[in-house]
């Protein structure tokens, strides 16, 4: 049986820095090209159904290949597979800043995705076997930290690289940080594997094929209706295929996530936690966003500036609420940050209107901006404590997968309750489509703190008990 390795020169400082860099690149490209949009249709053309998949052609590929890669990563090997899923969102980056035409761009950006799926879900594996158990909640909180800047900070890095350089820099970005990374990752990181890991094909072509399917609804609904023969198969059999993953799950032997461990209170509670806090997250920054600059009449930049008091929180915030969580547990952290989230989003609908004030939006920001700080790092943690040893890639994968699910659910759910309420042809139709979405962006998070008080309320090191008996030291990672 293989078992994991491990190096001197693989330190936790080290694994946080290649791990926190990387998950920032792939969470940042989640929404830094929505504000270029504009720039790139003057610059490549296309209608407006390929605008959207520019944004959408990577969420796409990135849900449906997040479970298959963290199970390669179990089976082959994480710091191998991390560095290959490095290696093509690197050279993917650099095809979209080359891209001649928009459907060169979104065939690169689909790459870009399947990138990111492999390496994402590994950075926490990486990092949580890196860390002691004592210091686990602060790493985790500064990596936390970073993701939570990238997810919500890419409209103002998106539109200032737009507006001051060109709109192909915000894919060049990541190409010198990728390179440097390439090595480090070889030099500094333990390999890794999960004990008797075993790639489940059935249960990859289910997930992949039902996340495809739903994912690939939710995106269309808007561009091509919503009882379309598209959609509606789309919704149909990916749910179809979802429900066989599931039972899969439960009688296989071996499959690629067994559904026992939504047994764990821990493990369900914060996944259905994350799902939501996501769906009202990224629905409400897409429509911030417009609404910044397409009524309050601010450019990208200056539109992301004043997002800071949001955006620019968790940088501040995630350490302590890593430190909070070794301290009292991650359960009180994560509630009280879902329910802070959704109180600035309530404060931002009560408030929003044409002509608003800056000083009037900094109540919502704040509380808001605290609020997701909050929640980033015991969310980590949680997860990968919820679970042996073993089995804390498949989770992340798990985890990361919902959470991106949750997030083009948000966008397109949000966007519809919009276009129902509201529009585009002025400031008041903007204002009244926006604030029944924010209504609903609050609520879906207000859930989400709910759904986290099943998580125990213990220290994260003993969240839940692991789904199975532990495995020996010499076969885990974190023993390592």
Same mark, same amino acid.
């Given at each position: 049986?293989?078992?994991?390795?491990?190096?001197?020169?693989?330190? @936790?400082?080290?694994?946080?820095?290649?791990? $926190?860099?990387?998950?920032?690149?792939?969470?940042?490209?989640?929404?830094?090209?929505? *504000?270029?949009?504009?720039?790139?249709?003057?610059?490549?053309? $296309?209608?407006?159904?390929?605008?959207?998949?520019?944004?959408?052609?990577?969420?796409?590929?990135?849900?449906?290949?997040?479970?298959?890669?963290?199970?390669?990563?179990?089976?082959?090997?994480?710091?191998?597979?991390?560095?290959?899923?490095?290696?093509?969102?690197?050279?993917?980056?650099?095809?979209?800043?080359?891209?001649?035409?928009?459907?060169?761009?979104?065939?690169?950006?689909?790459?870009?995705?399947?990138?990111?799926?492999?390496?994402?879900?590994? *950075?926490?594996?990486?990092?949580?076997?890196?860390?002691?158990?004592?210091?686990?909640?602060?790493?985790?909180?500064?990596?936390?930290?970073?993701?939570?800047?990238?997810?919500?900070?890419?409209?103002?890095?998106?539109?200032?690289?737009?507006?001051?350089?060109?709109?192909?820099?915000?894919?060049?970005?990541?190409?010198?940080?990728?390179?440097?990374?390439?090595?480090? #990752?070889?030099?500094?990181?333990?390999?890794?594997?999960? %004990?008797?890991?075993?790639?489940?094909? %059935?249960?990859?072509?289910?997930?992949?094929?039902?996340?495809?399917?739903?994912?690939?609804?939710?995106?269309?609904?808007?561009?091509?209706?919503?009882?379309?023969?598209?959609?509606?198969?789309?919704?149909?059999?990916?749910?179809?295929?979802?429900?066989?993953?599931?039972?899969?799950?439960?009688?296989?032997?071996?499959?690629?996530? %067994?559904?026992?461990?939504?047994?764990?209170?821990?493990?369900?509670?914060?996944?259905?936690?994350?799902?939501?806090?996501?769906?009202?997250?990224? $629905?409400?920054?897409?429509?911030?966003?417009?609404?910044?600059?397409?009524?309050?009449?601010?450019?990208?930049?200056?539109?992301?500036?004043?997002?800071?008091?949001? *955006?620019?929180? %968790?940088?501040?915030?995630?350490?302590?609420?890593?430190?909070?969580?070794?301290?009292?547990?991650?359960?009180?952290?994560?509630?009280?940050?879902?329910?802070?989230?959704?109180?600035?989003?309530?404060?931002?609908?009560?408030?929003?209107?044409?002509?608003?004030?800056?000083?009037?939006?900094?109540?919502?920001?704040?509380?808001?901006?605290?609020?997701?700080?909050?929640?980033?790092?015991?969310?980590?943690?949680?997860?990968?404590?919820?679970?042996?040893?073993?089995?804390?890639?498949?989770?992340?994968?798990?985890?990361? #997968?919902?959470?991106?699910?949750?997030?083009?659910?948000?966008?397109?759910?949000?966007?519809?309750?919009?276009?129902?309420?509201?529009?585009?042809?002025?400031?008041?139709?903007?204002?009244?489509?926006?604030? @029944?979405?924010?209504?609903?962006?609050?609520?879906?998070?207000?859930?989400?703190?709910?759904?986290?008080?099943?998580?125990?309320?213990?220290?994260?090191?003993?969240?839940?008990?692991? #789904?199975?008996?532990?495995?020996?030291?010499?076969?885990?990672?974190? #023993?390592?």
């Amino acid at each position: 049986m293989r078992q994991p390795t491990a190096t001197r020169r693989s330190t @936790p400082a080290w694994t946080l820095l290649i791990t $926190g860099a990387a998950g920032f690149m792939a969470a940042l490209d989640n929404l830094v090209v929505t *504000t270029a949009l504009p720039a790139i249709r003057q610059d490549l053309g $296309g209608a407006l159904t390929d605008l959207e998949w520019t944004v959408n052609s990577y969420t796409l590929s990135f849900a449906v290949l997040l479970m298959l890669g963290a199970a390669l990563g179990d089976r082959f090997g994480r710091r191998r597979l991390f560095t290959v899923g490095l290696a093509i969102f690197t050279a993917a980056s650099a095809a979209a800043a080359l891209a001649p035409g928009i459907t060169a761009l979104i065939a690169a950006r689909a790459v870009q995705g399947a990138g990111a799926a492999i390496m994402m879900p590994l *950075t926490l594996t990486l990092l949580t076997a890196a860390v002691p158990a004592a210091r686990r909640g602060a790493a985790l909180g500064l990596y936390g930290a970073l993701t939570g800047v990238a997810v919500a900070g890419g409209p103002l890095i998106g539109g200032s690289l737009t507006e001051h350089i060109s709109w192909q820099w915000i894919f060049w970005l990541n190409v010198p940080i990728g390179l440097v990374l390439l090595p480090l #990752a070889r030099l500094r990181l333990a390999e890794s594997y999960a %004990p008797n890991a075993r790639l489940d094909v %059935p249960g990859t072509l289910l997930v992949s094929g039902g996340l495809f399917g739903i994912v690939y609804a939710l995106v269309n609904g808007h561009a091509a209706g919503w009882s379309s023969v598209s959609v509606l198969s789309g919704l149909t059999v990916g749910t179809a295929l979802l429900l066989a993953f599931i039972r899969h799950g439960s009688i296989s032997r071996h499959p690629m996530l %067994p559904m026992r461990l939504f047994r764990n209170r821990a493990f369900l509670g914060i996944n259905a936690a994350g799902l939501l806090m996501f769906f009202g997250m990224f $629905g409400s920054i897409f429509l911030l966003s417009q609404f910044f600059q397409g009524v309050a009449g601010y450019s990208p930049t200056e539109a992301g500036l004043r997002m800071l008091p949001w *955006t620019g929180m %968790p940088l501040l915030v995630a350490p302590l609420a890593g430190y909070l969580s070794d301290r009292i547990g991650g359960r009180p952290v994560v509630v009280a940050g879902l329910a802070l989230q959704a109180a600035g989003l309530a404060l931002f609908a009560l408030m929003l209107e044409p002509g608003v004030s800056y000083a009037s939006q900094l109540p919502g920001l704040i509380v808001g901006g605290f609020g997701m700080a909050l929640y980033f790092a015991p969310a980590a943690g949680i997860v990968m404590s919820s679970v042996a040893p073993g089995e804390q890639g498949i989770a992340s994968g798990a985890n990361s #997968a919902l959470r991106e699910v949750g997030g083009a659910l948000g966008v397109a759910v949000l966007g519809a309750v919009f276009a129902a309420q509201g529009g585009f042809a002025s400031d008041r139709a903007f204002s009244d489509g926006t604030v @029944p979405a924010l209504w609903a962006g609050a609520g879906a998070v207000a859930l989400g703190a709910l759904a986290a008080l099943l998580v125990p309320g213990r220290r994260p090191m003993d969240t839940a008990t692991p #789904a199975r008996p532990k495995e020996p030291a010499a076969q885990s990672p974190a #023993a390592v």
